[in-house]
């Protein structure tokens, strides 16, 4: 038997409880874990109180992203032994698995070994954020040095993450934030520029940090009215991806903008990178090198007990974290 967080019924976070539950060897193609550290992301939320694209089968499990040492392996499965220090990538359906829990088996695919210099911690908070970035920035978008990026919503973990990624590429972060609270955390975090956009003219202040060219890329998880301000700051063949809509509102969309300047609206998501091979192996290499050089490091904004996942949950919807929340399980 080992604990595990599940809920019988869709609700707030007092829906998550610890049951104790049998975790049976891992099947072929499977990794056994034993969870060391959580990490935590919105799909969870949105998962738990029924906004999800799936609807959960009860008792639910959930849970995309953990870090912990490998106790068992399954047919088939080369790459892993017992004992290896490893991450868990979000890359498979929470009908299928759940990483909140003691013991976990795990697609061998989802599964990657984490450089040696970080905590366990750090290891959950990193890969589903780096990989998002990457994705977007790297993958799709071809961000090169000397480019710019905006990045709303910055002082998420995936913010935190775009903000590293462009450094890493030698490109420009301009951290967007409604206001001016968070400016000196974002500048510390690495970004070059902050614009707090309910107190700065985002148009006008894009075209002052690019010399009126304009950013390459936006990597907009919000969406709704504002994203047109974030269309009219593009350069040239500027590039507009959509990956996520804390505004559920429609994006108002500035045709001549797109005539104009040829612009490319595309909404992306996580698991364009994680269910594709050739795709996650070139995510796993580039934030495996970006890790293990320093140049990525996981922003982790607080770490809860595997007792208090609730809180942990409470915390994510209060919208006032800097970077990842994670929750410690041995």
Request: charged content about 20%; aromatic content about 8%.
């Amino acid at each position: 038997m080992t604990k595990a967080i599940r809920f019988h019924r869709t609700g707030d976070a007092d829906v998550l409880q610890i049951d104790d539950v049998v975790v049976n060897p891992p099947a072929a193609g499977e990794v056994q874990i034993e969870v060391k550290a959580l990490g935590l992301n919105r799909a969870e939320i949105m998962y738990r109180t029924g906004q999800y694209v799936i609807d959960p089968v009860f008792p639910a499990q959930l849970g995309y992203e953990a870090a912990g040492i490998v106790r068992a392996v399954g047919g088939g499965v080369s790459d892993f032994a017992v004992g290896d220090v490893v991450s868990v990538i979000p890359a498979f359906s929470f009908a299928d698995y759940g990483m909140y829990a003691e013991v976990v088996n795990a697609p061998v695919h989802a599964v990657v070994k984490h450089p040696t210099n970080l905590s366990f911690e750090e290891a959950a908070a990193s890969w589903m954020m780096f990989v998002t970035a990457y994705g977007a920035l790297v993958e799709y978008g071809n961000l090169q040095a000397g480019q710019t990026v905006l990045i709303p919503a910055a002082s998420s973990s995936v913010g935190l993450a775009a903000i590293q990624v462009a450094n890493m590429l030698g490109a420009i972060p301009v951290a967007l934030t409604r206001t001016s609270a968070k400016r000196q955390a974002l500048l510390d975090a690495g970004a070059k520029y902050v614009i707090a956009t309910q107190e700065q003219d985002l148009v006008a202040e894009v075209a002052k940090i690019t010399a009126g060219k304009g950013a390459r890329i936006a990597f907009d998880p919000v969406g709704g009215p504002e994203a047109a301000k974030l269309l009219k700051s593009l350069s040239n063949e500027g590039l507009f991806f959509q990956y996520g809509a804390l505004d559920e509102r429609d994006i108002p969309v500035p045709v001549m903008e797109i005539l104009g300047k040829h612009l490319t609206l595309r909404g992306y998501e996580l698991f364009e990178i994680t269910t594709h091979p050739e795709r996650l192996a070139n995510a796993k290499a580039f934030v495996s090198k970006g890790l293990a050089e320093g140049k990525l490091k996981p922003v982790i904004d607080k770490v809860f007990p595997f007792s208090e996942i609730s809180d942990a949950h409470r915390h994510m919807e209060s919208n006032v974290q800097i970077g990842k929340i994670v929750v410690s399980v041995n």
